[in-house]
C-alpha cells in the first residue's frame, strides 16, 4: 500500500515550457486535490476532483489544467510555465462519504522551478 | 466560507519544555478541525482531528488539542517536546458535510527546538 505517490520530485523547467505532474493513489479515494505551497502562505488549493471524470477549480486554478481519466490518477498540467509557478506542490486524496471525506492524504511533494 | 489563522509564524522552545501552537479558525457551523506536521522536505501527515464529540482529542507522537468552541480555537499542545518535534505545523478547518470535502489550511507556524 503505496497511499499518495507523484512524480516527479523535482523539476526545473524554462518559462514556456509545458509539464505534467502526476498523482496516484492506491486507496481507492473518490476525492483528489492539487495544492501548492509557497513560503508563508500555507497549502491553496489549486483544482480538485469529485470522482473520475469530474474536475473544479480551486482557490489559484489560473495557468493550470487537470485532468482525473482513471479513479487513481490525477494529473497537473502547466501549458506555458512562468516563474510565478515556482512552488512545490502536494497531491492529496480522501474519501467522499461523512466524516472521514475530510480527512486527506499527501503525498511527497514535487519541487518545481520554472526559470 | 471557512477560515484559520495561525498567529504565530516561528517558535523556539527547549528540548523538554511543554509547547501550544495557536490555531484560530472561523466557520458558521461546527468546523472539521485537523493539525498536520511537515517534516523538512516530506510531505503532510495527520497529527490528530477533531469532528465531533469529546472536545480534547489524542494524536500521534504524544500531542493533542482542544476545540474551544467560545474562543473559535483549537490550539496544539505537547507536554514535553524532542528534538525530532522541530519541523511545520499547519491547522485546518474543514467544512462539515459529505459534500463538501474541501479543507482550508493556516499559513503554519515553525517549530524549532533549542538543545
Redesign the interface.
Known sequence: NAGVTQTPKFRVLKTGQSMTLLCAQDMNHEYMYWYRQDPGMGLRLIHYSVGEGTTAKGEVPDGYNVSRLKKQNFLLGLESAAPSQTSVYFCASSYSIGERGNEQFFGPGTRLTVL | AQSVTQPD?HITVSEGASLELRCNYSYGATP?L?W?VQSP??????LL?Y??GDTLVQGIKGFEAEFKRSQSSFNLRKPSVHWSDAAEY?CAV???G?SA???I????TRLSIRP
Open positions: 509564524i472539521y485537523f498536520y522536505g516530506q510531505g503532510l501527515q495527520l482531528k469532528f465531533s499547519f474543514g467544512a462539515s459529505s470535502s474541501k479543507i489550511f493556516g499559513s503554519g
